[in-house]
């Protein structure tokens, strides 16, 4: 018998876990000018995300000095606090 068979399957595959597109807040910095309003359009008006409709979440690689209000389904705690200390704010989708 192979391996394969042998050997017993752990653990199970989630059908419903979300899988979200990811941006950073070094590619925001990048991409967007100052007072931009950056939401799911937006992202894939610049090329960050391939997809409108799938969630997006924010991640806190990188520095932002540039006022923006973001619009995402989800971020990191330190992804929002370098958003609003640079003066912008983000509004998480429930």
């Not at 068979?5 to 989630?14: E, I, Q």
């Not at 359009?41 to 006022?67: E, H, M, N, S, T």
């Amino acid at each position: 018998m192979p391996l394969n068979r042998r050997l017993p399957k752990r653990g199970f595959t989630n059908i419903f876990k979300k899988h979200y597109q990811l941006v950073n807040l070094d590619e925001l910095e990048a991409r967007f000018e100052a007072d931009a309003k950056v939401d799911a359009q937006a992202l894939v008006a610049v090329g960050l995300i391939k997809y409108a409709d799938r969630p997006v979440k924010l991640l806190g690689r990188g520095a932002i000095a540039k006022v923006l209000q973001v619009q995402v389904d989800k971020a990191s705690k330190a992804a929002v606090a370098a958003v609003e200390a640079a003066g912008g704010a983000v509004t998480v989708k429930s």
